[in-house]
C-alpha cells in the first residue's frame, strides 16, 4: 500500500508562486511514475503532469506548460510542483497519484486558490 500526502497549497494573487510537495510512504518509490491533476469546483479532475521514475521526461497540459514545473527526489520519496505566474483559473484542489503497471494510487489533495 501506498499513502501519499500533498501539502503546500494555500491562497495566494495571481502571478504569484506555489511549490506543492507530495511525500510517498513506500521504499519502491523510485519504480512509480508520478502525476500531478487538479479538480476545480464543477468539473472533472484533469491532468497537469507528470514524471517519469526517473525523473529524466516530464509531460504537462497545455494549460500549464511553460508555467508549472515537475521534478522528484527519489532519495526522499518527495515530488514536487512548482507553480508561477499562478491565474485565478488554476484555482482547484491538487491531487498527486502514483503509478505503474498494475498499480495507481492517489493523495487526499491540496486546495489553491488563486484571486486576482
Known amino acids: 500500500q501506498v499513502q501519499l500526502v500533498e501539502s503546500g497549497g494555500g491562497s495566494v494573487q495571481a502571478g504569484d508562486s506555489l511549490r506543492l510537495s507530495c511525500a510517498a510512504s513506500?521504499?519502491?518509490?523510485?519504480?512509480?511514475?508520478m502525476g500531478w491533476f487538479r479538480q476545480a469546483p464543477g468539473k472533472e479532475r484533469e491532468f497537469v503532469g507528470e514524471?517519469?521514475?526517473?525523473?529524466?521526461?516530464?509531460y504537462y497540459a497545455d494549460s500549464v506548460k511553460g508555467r508549472f514545473t515537475i521534478s522528484r527526489d527519489n532519495a526522499k520519496n518527495v515530488v514536487y510542483l512548482q507553480m508561477n505566474s499562478l491565474k485565478p483559473e488554476d484555482t482547484a484542489v491538487y491531487y498527486c497519484?502514483?503509478?505503474?503497471?498494475?498499480?495507481?494510487?492517489w493523495g487526499q489533495g491540496t486546495q489553491v486558490t488563486v484571486s486576482s
Open positions: 497519484r502514483a503509478f505503474r503497471a498494475g498499480s495507481d494510487y
Open positions: 513506500v521504499r519502491t518509490f523510485s519504480t512509480f511514475a
Open positions: 514524471i517519469a521514475w526517473s525523473g529524466g521526461r516530464t
